[in-house]
């Protein structure tokens, strides 16, 4: 039933079938519906009015879109603050504090697992005195590559490099097709990972803005390239962090064309894709055509993150990238891959995402009615994937002096600045939706409008 | 009694007690002992002498030391061919074609799954949704410490930072104390990843001349240092690839002396040491009091090169190690490192690695046995640890010209000059004795000298 709410076969304000009607549709008893619908009615999904039945009440309403900043700024150096070590050493950047959380994992994880310890098992006498080969084990880039084959990308294993994460898979990107000083494009807001790579790697950045709905700005981006020689571009195609933007086709289509005109590398960090609620797009790199798409990925969004398994495809960077993960890495851990190679041939991976990306957009939903009822004028994405909301709150608001105040809450939040190399963004603020709402976390939700100051 | 005269109980040529004496101390019939008999003399390491009994045979003795270049060179950029590539992708450098081998893995690795399979089926909801703490899992870094306090280095958790490896440490060290220009010294002949790094960092190498027995010259190094710039010096002090060098304490304590006079930098390469025959030596770090010795190491050497799991600590830079760490990797897997700190609590590290030095030394012995017998003047070390034996051939053998040749025999040898920047050690050879002897190997063995052309 929630996951009739959630494909929209019950719209917001409806009516639900009446009890008898659910009893003989789903075969059950009619204590059980009624549990059902009390459960949902906690979680405010549906509510019960007299004489009338059960109704569903919230469903995501778009709300004003994040206003982007429309004047370019010159490239410039990238200097961010240690904080996203501090927000990393608590845990990871999940704006809730998090809680050692009991209960088993779900099936996925469990299923995972034993493939794992199976691959172990089998370890022999030859496996663990040799190291991995460079580009990672075959028969997961196999199956990588057949993933991808579904996503209107042909790409053969033999285009692929294992690698550990997406994190170190942006790296190895951006180290393969850039030298020190370069200029390198990326969104704004965006991902504070890129803009700790460009730091450390003495690149300078341009901030491109992004939407909250269709990602970056193609207009904006080629104003920069005219004016400025840019290296590489670095982009979220699908449900970029922090708003879940999906670029569309004809954006997709420029970009690929002025990477073209303009000889530049495009980085495409594919992490989210998988978590589509809708559907799964396909990757910008299944348009590229003279291998100037570098597509980076992994499992860490939609199965686990302590997997540290993720992927790059170089294009024509591969055999510098392949150098480049040996020299400064060596190998991957091979019995790690075999396993999750398991798990994805025997069509656990594809049941996992099924029930991951129902499980996420009904998270997505009860974190959107809850914005909803904040006092003040709060703008927020609705994104259609990726697991964060990205708000923009009143001018007055500074979520980065909230942040050490929160903390003192027990709310670890992730503020706007973060998401530039500018500073900008100090009334922006993104808010997770990876983990279910429990009792302490809708707790921790609640004291949030009155720390902001909201009113 | 292979371990007896391992451990030098019965030296070379001396008499075995007799038969009759041999069951009675090992409380086995008289057929147990003649078998064992027969198969060490069938390795060679044991001789029946008629009426007289069995004699050892085969013990290493020390052969002529390979001489080491006196003449420094002015610091160069680093360029090495895509050789070791090469060999990475036929499956690591292990100088003799590895082949599937069948079997099962030793007690060590089985006890290691069984705990690393252990901490996955103990992943709760609470694990998999978050990354690791930057540093690595805390559990694993105090079990790392409490081994290091033993060696006699009183180092804690907080000082280490867990890595994918020891050459991601080394890559770490490299990136957070130099930046590109500067100079490095090394060994020389020396170890080719660390060449391989300079180079990618593009920083400049300085090599300094290495004794088999005794490591980096310490005269060369004091003369280097007056002469040039040197921002950081990579050393293994213990058992040093290619020729095993253990370096004594007078040179470790000059080496802390020099980097204090010369705000030098010092990189320790640990990862051969917990392999010692005779014992592991203490690391270079204990000696260090004003941080500046950042220690690297694995278990990829000891334990297995599957795993992926290595530590550094960097004493001043260990902030910066740690930035480094979290921006190009984000985080390490817990539940291996949770699985392998069980397997070290247990006590199954220690039980193994007392196994693996007797093995090694095994193998090393009958690698050295049969060298001796090679037509020519050949040079070899005998190293006190580590995996590999280093050659030096008379001045008309070329290694480098032989590595295709060898290929197609079956054989993938490691080439001297992968050993340093300069092109030199064209004669120089690393054999390994890391694997088990058979039939195969020794097969490969003997085609050898062939191939090198001695006669």
Chains 1, 2 share one sequence.
């Not at 809730?96 to 994992?105: D, R």
């Not at 933007?245 to 894709?273: G, K, T, W």
């Not at 170089?314 to 190998?331: E, F, P, S, Y």
């Amino acid at each position: 039933m929630s996951q009739g709410i959630a494909d929209g076969r019950w719209p917001s304000h409806s009516r639900l079938p009446s009890i008898r009607e659910l009893c003989a549709r789903h075969g059950v008893s009619k204590a059980t519906v009624q549990h059902a619908l009390r459960r949902l009615e906690a979680r405010g999904v549906v509510e019960a009015r007299p004489k009338s039945g059960y109704f569903v009440t919230r469903l995501p309403e778009p709300l004003p879109p994040p206003r982007p900043k429309t004047e370019l700024e010159a490239p410039r150096p990238v200097t961010i603050s240690h904080l996203l070590l501090d927000i990393m050493a608590r845990n990871g950047a999940f704006d809730l504090k998090p809680a050692p959380e009991t209960g088993e994992a779900p099936y996925g994880i469990t299923a995972l697992n034993r493939a794992i310890g199976r691959a172990l098992r089998r370890q022999r006498r030859s496996n663990f005195q040799y190291y991995d080969e460079p580009a990672g084990d075959a028969g997961f880039r196999e199956q990588l590559a057949l993933r991808y084959n579904r996503r209107g990308w042909p790409v053969t294993a033999d285009e692929l490099c294992v690698t550990s994460g997406c994190q170190h898979a942006l790296f190895l990107a951006l180290m393969a097709c850039c030298q020190a000083g370069d200029v390198v494009a990326v969104e704004t807001p965006g991902f504070y990972g890129v803009l700790q790579l460009l730091e450390q790697l003495n690149l300078k950045v341009i901030e491109i803005p992004a939407r909250a709905e269709t990602g970056m700005d193609m207009d904006a981006l080629a104003q920069a390239l005219e004016r400025w020689d840019i290296r590489a571009c670095v982009v979220s195609p699908a449900f970029a962090t922090p708003g879940g933007a999906l670029m569309p086709d004809e954006a997709r289509a420029r970009l690929i064309s002025m990477a073209e005109d303009h000889n530049l590398a495009v980085i495409e960090d594919d992490i989210y894709a998988e978590s589509g609620f809708e559907h799964v797009p396909d990757p910008l790199k299944a348009r590229d055509r003279n291998g100037r798409v570098i597509h980076c990925s992994s499992f860490s969004k939609v199965l686990s993150r302590d997997l540290r398994l993720g992927w790059i495809a170089g294009g024509r960077w591969h055999d510098r990238i392949l150098h480049l993960k040996l020299v400064t890495q060596l190998a991957s851990s091979r019995y790690l891959q075999q396993g999750v190679a398991d798990f994805m041939r025997e069509g656990a991976l594809h049941a996992h995402l099924r029930r991951e990306r129902l499980r996420l957009r009904e998270q997505r939903d009860e974190l959107l009615g809850d914005i909803r009822q904040w006092p003040g004028t709060v703008g927020v994405s609705v994104p259609q994937g990726g697991l964060a909301l990205w708000l923009e709150l009143p001018d007055t608001c500074d979520t980065l002096a909230v942040y050490q105040a929160a903390l003192q809450a027990g709310i670890v939040i992730t503020p706007g600045p973060l998401f530039s190399a500018s500073g900008d963004y100090t009334n922006g603020l993104r808010l997770s939706f990876a983990h279910p709402w429990n009792d302490r976390r809708r707790g921790a939700l609640q004291r949030l409008p009155a720390l902001l100051g909201l009113h």
